[in-house]
């Protein structure tokens, strides 16, 4: 089994329901930890209150993050992430915008991959590809 942890940062049930699909359908069995915002997904990186236990909330080898989020966005977490060097973990960004201005911005705050939702087991495929995450 592998093992290495996936974070998805996903406000909308219905898209963290579509991206399991696409993780079962492109054969992908890396664990999938699910936050619901951009806040959220900050403490998980820090290990911070529920997520200090690393058994339970191991440090992720890849995220998945939506832009588009309350309490705190996509492009806040990326700028987090940016500042933060000691976290080295590549972002795909995952987004419904198709605007070329949100893909730049992702790709400046250091977005490995841009994916318009829902994304297809083979956009699962090629980010894992790129990042040796299989």
Do not use: H
Not at 6 to 11: A, M, P, Q, T
Not at 91 to 117: H, N, T
């Amino acid at each position: 089994m592998n093992n290495r942890t996936i974070l998805l940062v996903e406000d909308d049930e219905n898209d963290v329901y579509f991206m399991r699909r696409a993780f079962k359908a492109a054969g992908l069995t890396n664990p999938l930890q699910v936050v619901s915002n951009g806040e959220v997904a900050i403490n998980y990186l820090k290990g911070l209150d529920e997520f200090s236990d690393r058994t339970l909330y191991p440090l992720p080898q890849f995220i998945f993050l939506d832009l588009k989020m309350p309490v705190m966005g996509g492009f806040d977490v990326l700028q987090w992430i940016k500042n933060n060097s000691a976290i080295q973990i590549p972002v795909s960004v995952l987004s419904s915008s198709p605007e070329d201005q949100d893909m730049r911005r992702a790709r400046e705050l250091g977005a490995a991959c841009y994916l318009i939702k829902p994304p297809t087991p083979e956009m699962l495929r090629a980010c894992w590809r790129q990042f040796e995450l299989s």
